[in-house]
């Protein structure tokens, strides 16, 4: 797509074109949640699918703030993304609770659809490597290799330069490596 076609769906969006804003949703929301997943909740009652659809709430209240292309809003979405996880974080700091064990019933699972984010959440080796990781290389490493954004739009998500994210992957990257089992 081209750029122009990028920004004017970004504009269309703007003023409240129900198409822009389905496709720009169904552009970034699988990634939004995979990449929410990755990151540490804090908060048992709060699902990563919750704080997306938070911040699709959130976008669309202050989309007229907005100036940039699709792939600045790309790094815009994960940035209010990324306030809300970081609020929700403390909230549940300050008014801890403990969880309490749901029953998964024998139902079945109509209209279920297996996603990406999905076999990321499910993934335990995955959790716990990104664990061992800094909290800054953690969410690098989620945003690139689970979200896939690009360097620029991390940069833009996470508020730190785009050198700042190389160097941060590649520390992350080599102590993965180290962490890894040999027999992956």
């Not at 504009?11 to 720009?24: H, I, N, P, V």
């Not at 209010?80 to 019933?105: I, W």
Request: one cysteine or more; aromatic letters at 4%.
């Amino acid at each position: 797509m081209a750029a122009d076609a990028s920004d004017d769906l970004v504009t269309r969006a703007r003023s409240g074109d129900d198409d822009a804003w389905r496709e720009l949703y169904v552009r970034h929301t699988g990634r939004l949640t995979a990449w929410l997943h990755s990151l540490p909740s804090g908060d048992a009652a709060t699902s990563p699918e919750d704080l997306t659809a938070e911040t699709w709430l959130t976008a669309a209240r202050k989309i007229h703030d907005f100036r940039g292309s699709e792939d600045d809003f790309a790094g815009w979405l994960f940035t209010v993304a990324r306030n809300l996880a970081s609020n929700r974080r403390r909230t549940s700091h300050r008014r801890r609770t403990e969880p309490v064990a749901v029953e998964v019933g024998t139902e079945s699972t109509w209209g279920h659809v297996e996603d990406a984010s999905a076999r990321v959440a499910g993934d335990a080796l995955t959790r716990h490597l990104l664990s061992q990781l800094s909290a800054r290389e953690a969410e690098v490493v989620a945003c690139i290799d689970v979200a896939g954004l690009d360097v620029a739009t991390t940069a833009q998500a996470l508020g730190i330069s785009a050198v700042a994210v190389r160097v941060a992957r590649h520390r992350a990257l080599g102590r993965l490596r180290r962490l890894l089992p040999d027999d992956l």
